[in-house]
């Protein structure tokens, strides 16, 4: 049997047609409708699942289902919550599993003389822009995660509030969409 050669990028692309089908596939009617009759407990899992690369094109097809069942406003809230639970994984596991290698990299001739070139300040607001642009959106969250636990010494606690608002207002947007489909 021949192996594949880009098995987590079909993986995602599978995720991907997962989405689309929850959305427009006929045959899943009785998954929308069971997915839609989830309520509040929808909105806060698919939130937990809105923040990892695999299950973000999923999780985005169950917010735009649930849109319309909910009031948006809270499904919002409830969903960056969720969100927030996952970033909050995902913040611990980088920022203590990842540690030594950092460090290393840190020191690579690449990053020292990129260190060197660009002015301190201009990057790291530019990290920071990049991350929340990604935290907020439905790429996923393990990139912006990455960029802040790794290039800042950011408090959980501030992380948590950008977490949360930035999620809140990528998942909103995604049920203002989601209400007018």
Do not use: W
Not at 29 to 39: A, V, W, Y
Not at 42 to 51: E, N, R, T, Y
């Amino acid at each position: 049997m021949q192996k594949i050669k880009y098995p987590k990028f079909l993986l995602l692309f599978l995720t991907f047609l997962l989405a689309y089908a929850l959305l427009f596939g006929r045959d899943l009617l009785f998954l929308r409708s069971f997915l839609s009759g989830l309520g509040l407990i929808g909105s806060f899992f698919s939130g937990i699942l809105f923040v990892y690369g695999f299950t973000a094109a999923p999780a985005t097809a169950i917010m735009l289902l649930l849109a319309k069942q909910q009031n948006i406003f809270l499904a919002g809230v409830i969903g960056g919550l969720g969100a927030l639970c996952g970033d909050l994984l995902i913040f611990g596991f980088i920022r203590h599993s990842f540690n030594d290698e950092i460090e290393k990299l840190s020191k690579e001739k690449f990053f020292l003389q990129l260190g060197k070139r660009a002015h301190l300040k201009a990057k790291k607001y530019l990290v920071l822009v990049i991350a929340a642009v990604i935290i907020a959106s439905p790429l996923p969250d393990e990139i912006g995660i990455s960029l802040l636990a790794t290039t800042t010494k950011i408090p959980a606690k501030t992380f948590s509030i950008i977490s949360f608002c930035l999620n809140t207002l990528g998942i909103f947007l995604i049920l203002l969409i989601g209400q007018s489909l």
